[in-house]
């Protein structure tokens, strides 16, 4: 059993292979943190101290007991107005006006299996893989409950958490603050990393201390954004990628959410993760409820390098879904930045031909198929095929592409409207809009209200209308701009809206793949504005940046493969000069980088020599024998490429045997000095052969002093070694 519970000092011990959670419900029953951390049997409530604090209030039912406040102890959900002046994982004002609540433990729960949302995504896990505790909690008071759920996966070393509000009293009350996880540490001295970044630019690692003063990061665009990724890690200050303390929280969330990391006046360090407070203000009446999105928290005491591993394996095997789940994607070709809004049936048709011959397995056509779109002014809403564009309909296009022995994907963009639309010409209200006042505009168009079940229904039917006209086996899920303007027609209470939002995406998503579950997802905001847990959920793979080159991609992927999944990486290889950065590097290069993903092309073949496209042919070749491991190895950054003038990670089986090293040298130098680049994760006392040069190699000798990358004239050379262990 992963979950016990001590019963004379009301202990809970959630226990994972590597890893121990532990928590108490006290004399006055509230529910306090105690441990997270490495694997340990003992008690740890001696870690509490208690001491009388000036200005750290104290509970009523403490009596004359000064040393108890809430001010100084840890807690597992702190509420606003206990007394505990740090930033709270929960606020409420009641329906008298006053904010606050008393959350005392009531009972608890410890199931089998997995517990799931209803309407929100999460991890999942069968029922023998994985434990449940409820803790109920009550303020009697104000007649708010809270019930924590803890789900425990031990041989992930995964705790996911999550919250369920339920009201009973009269009148409305508010939820102005939800935080889905918190981890209060008593001591210790820690560095917080995110990741930040721009449109085209996403996912930058930053390194801090944590300080006093707290510091924020979040998302206030509806979107789980390309400026801040819902993921914070703190890592003990000298945690490295192979060794040290380190603890990840990540949001399986799509929408604003807030995280943040404050060292409180007694030294103590808060994290906390959850939806974005601001704007949010979320009603509930007499036998309402509302649920907080999971949380997935995992912990390394050997570094950051297992502290990814975790995350990795847990979204590739307990979250991402469906038919392509486990399977290597389809290498496609996508129209994009091949032929931008200017395109026909017949272009179209001639690019998958092209690219069927080079090996290519789908085409996709994106943005321009539809309605009046040939710039990005107009169109979006109107998801009926522009026949006279294609020049035939969508069907015939389809078959024939199919002939061709390839399959066919479509891009959409469900959640936008253009004013210059026949949807916006019937329905503005259906945008989110502010009455009386003009809305915002971004990318000259609006988001429609997916607060509102008739408005999502209505655009499910017409997708479905698109989706039934032919075999159609992937889409790509787009969204070109943040949220603003967030008034619904629907209710007179906006603070739900944003989450209401989510749960209508998340509807609709669900929908989608309840009707077509062999469909491949996979999910964008302009590349990389939602890559986020709870999309992959739904979208097993997510495009990771509009940004395709791959100079840049080197720094955008490095970023990702902290939180996420190689097999979630959309990657694809692209025309130089590069459309976003002008810059020129070697196709051999841009097809090992690409390759670090989810394969594929998105360029015109047609502009190609002999040359490159033989290359094609091998690059495709070369990912078919790779995918496997790259997909399903252990994942191994290698070098910082934000510190490095070298980019260089790894993949590594399961089992040890096959070890595949990709490296990008960026920039060259007169007189070069040698680039060594160490190995990791081979067995140890293991020898290993590189495939092409026939060389053999201790796996000491690899990991400790590494293998030199051949110096060679130019920036932006690439390197591929493939090892097999031979003994
Ligand atoms: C976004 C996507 C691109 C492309 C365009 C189409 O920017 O990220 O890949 O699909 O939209 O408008």
Redesign the pocket.
């Known amino acids: 059993m992963s979950i016990l519970f001590e019963e004379k000092k009301k202990i809970f011990t959630l226990q994972t292979q590597g890893t121990t959670y532990q928590m108490q419900v006290d004399r006055y029953g509230f529910l306090l943190h105690l441990y997270y951390g490495p694997k340990t049997n003992g008690e740890m409530d001696y870690l509490l101290t208690f001491a009388d604090r000036g200005f750290s209030g104290n509970p009523y039912d403490a009596g004359e007991d000064r040393s108890y406040s809430m001010d100084a102890l840890p807690q597992e959900f702190p509420c606003q107005g206990t007394g505990d002046y740090r930033s709270a994982a929960f606020l409420v004002k009641n329906a008298d006006g006053s904010y606050g609540c008393d959350l005392r433990y009531q009972s608890h729960e410890i199931r089998k299996g997995k517990y799931a949302i209803p309407g929100l995504p999460a991890v999942y896990a069968k029922q023998e893989e994985a434990w449940t505790l409820e803790i109920v909690l009550k303020d009697p008071v104000t007649k708010v409950s809270v019930s924590l759920f803890y789900g425990v996966l031990p041989e992930l070393d995964i705790i996911t958490r999550s919250a369920k509000v339920e009201y009973a009293g009269g009148g409305t009350i508010y939820l102005e603050k939800v935080q889905s996880a918190c981890l209060d540490f008593v001591s210790g001295e820690y560095d917080v990393i995110s990741f930040y970044g721009r449109h085209a630019m996403e996912r930058n690692v930053q390194r801090t201390p944590v300080c006093h003063g707290a510091q924020v990061i979040g998302s206030r665009r509806g979107t789980s954004s390309h400026q801040y990724n819902p993921m914070l890690i703190l890592a003990d200050r000298e945690a490295t990628e192979d060794a040290g303390s380190c603890y990840a929280m990540s949001f399986v969330y799509s929408g604003g959410f807030q995280g943040e990391v404050e060292k409180d006046q007694y030294e103590q360090t808060r994290a906390l993760l959850g939806l974005q407070e601001e704007c949010f203000s979320y009603p509930l009446q007499a036998g309402g409820q509302f649920w907080a999105p999971e949380v997935v928290l995992t912990y390394s005491k050997t570094g950051l390098a297992k502290l990814s591993q975790n995350l990795h394996e847990c979204f590739r095997t307990h979250l991402c879904r469906g038919k392509y789940k486990d399977c290597v994607r389809p290498v496609l070709l996508n129209s ?1 930045e091949a032929s931008y809004f200017d395109f026909s049936g017949e272009s179209i048709y001639r690019l998958a031909k092209q690219a069927a011959e080079l090996g290519v397995e789908m085409l996709v056509m ?2 321009g198929w539809f309605g009046k779109r040939d710039d ?1 002014n107009s169109g979006l809403g109107d998801w009926d095929v522009n026949e006279e564009k294609l020049g035939e309909p969508l069907g015939s296009l389809i078959e024939k592409i199919n002939g061709l022995g390839m399959k066919f994907g479509i ?1 959409f963009e469900p959640e936008a409207v253009n004013e210059d639309s026949d949807l916006f010409r019937a329905h503005p209200d259906w945008a989110l809009r502010i009455p009386g006042r003009d809305p915002v505009r971004s990318r000259n168009q609006l988001v429609l209200d997916f607060s509102r079940k008739d408005v999502v229904d209505y655009v499910f039917e017409k997708i479905c209308g698109v989706l039934d006209q032919g075999n159609i086996e992937y889409i ?1 899920w ?1 969204m ?1 701009r943040s949220l603003s303007d967030c008034y619904s027609r629907n209710t007179c209470d906006q603070g739900r809206v944003m989450y209401d939002y989510v749960l209508g995406l998340y509807d609709f998503l669900e929908r989608l793949l309840k009707r077509y579950p062999d469909i491949l997802l996979e999910g ?1 905001s ?2 990389g504005g939602r890559f986020d847990a709870g999309m992959l959920y739904y979208t097993p793979q997510i ?1 990771c940046s ?1 940004n395709t080159d791959a100079a840049d991609r080197l720094k955008i992927q490095y970023g990702t493969s902290f939180g996420y999944p190689v097999s979630a990486v959309g990657s694809h290889v692209s025309a130089v000069p590069n459309h976003q950065t002008g810059r020129v590097i070697p196709f051999h290069t841009r097809g090992i980088v690409a390759m670090a993903g989810t394969f594929g092309y998105e360029l015109d073949p047609e502009k190609l020599s002999e040359e490159e496209k033989q290359e094609i042919r091998e690059q495709i070749a070369a990912y078919k024998k790779y995918a496997p491991l790259i997909h399903r190895g252990n994942y191994f950054r290698l070098t910082n490429p934000f510190a490095r003038e070298v980019g260089a990670w790894e993949f590594v089986s399961k089992d040890g045997a096959e070890v595949l090293l990709q490296a990008v040298i960026t920039q060259v130098h007169g007189n070069m000095t040698a680039n060594y680049v160490r190995l990791k994760g081979l067995t140890e006392g293991g020898v290993y052969r590189e495939q092409e040069s026939g060389k053999v190699y201790a796996a000491e000798a690899l990991m400790e002093a590494g293998i030199p990358l051949p110096i060679q004239m130019g920036d932006y050379r690439a390197y591929q070694m493939y090892f097999t262990r031979i003994s």
Do not use: E, P, S
């Open positions: 994009w994106d943005d990005d891009w790509k787009d070109n964008c302009g590349g495009w509009d």
